[in-house]
């Protein structure tokens, strides 16, 4: 199994309030991926990473901010956490490589995040 | 923009009852086609990677293949442990993003 460990891996919190999720890695990959899982919505690409301090933003990124100071941590946080931000939380990495190579993606456990 | 669209929503076979899933795709230059597999409560779990129309890959009782539009995954004689959600996602020439389909939520009943 690919080293990749997500915490928390629950949390409850109230709306406002601030929640960083972390997610570190210990195989060394390029890529990181933060995505939302949500019923009826599927996989969502929140943010994502192609290096230490090198972000960009997914397809639902409002109200996220990710931080990578270190190749093997990926930061998430909800600067102040809504109730549509309600969903667990999938932290993915990849050895994607530019040209032709592809790299299948690793997920972590997941983390499950409430805001009341 | 890539989509990628997965049917049936809900399957529930009896074992041994083949059958397969769908994953239809459009992607601006494909670089890849990814099959999950997610059991409940846990991070999706790698399967497959198809590149080309006409690829074919099998593990054990799960064969994927590949159209220039489609995917399908077949799933033989299948039992109960292999009941899951099954996750499709392209992965285009020009991007580094994975476009997720919804899933196939199959149940295998004994």
């Known amino acids: 199994d690919a080293g990749i460990t997500q915490s928390p891996r629950h949390k409850v919190t109230e709306t406002g309030t601030p929640v960083t999720l972390r997610c570190h890695q210990t195989?060394?990959?390029?890529?990181m991926y933060w995505y939302r899982q949500d019923p009826g919505h599927g996989l969502r690409l929140i943010h994502y990473s192609y290096g230490v301090k090198d972000t960009d933003k997914g397809e639902v990124s409002d109200g996220y901010s990710v931080s990578r100071s270190k190749t093997e941590d990926f930061l998430l946080t909800l600067e102040s956490a809504t109730s549509s931000q309600t969903s667990v939380y999938f932290c993915a990495i990849s050895d994607l490589l530019a040209g032709n190579n592809t790299g299948e993606l690793f997920f972590g456990e997941g983390s499950r995040l409430t805001v009341l | 923009e890539d989509q990628v669209t997965q049917s049936p929503e809900a399957l529930r076979l009896q074992e041994g009852e083949s059958s397969s899933l769908n994953c239809s795709y459009t992607?601006?230059?494909?670089?890849?086609l990814f099959w999950y597999r997610q059991d409940p409560g846990k991070g999706p779990e790698f399967l497959f990677t198809l590149y080309s129309a006409g690829e074919e890959k099998e593990k054990e009782r799960l064969k994927a293949t590949l159209t220039k539009k489609e995917s399908f995954l077949h799933i033989t004689a299948p039992k109960p442990e292999d009941s899951a959600t099954y996750l499709c996602?392209?992965?285009?020439?020009?991007?580094?993003?994975?476009?997720f389909g919804p899933g196939t939520r199959l149940s295998v009943l004994p």
């Open positions: 992607v601006s230059g494909l670089r890849g």
């Open positions: 195989e060394n990959h390029r890529y």
């Open positions: 996602a392209v992965l285009n020439h020009y991007g580094q993003n994975f476009v």
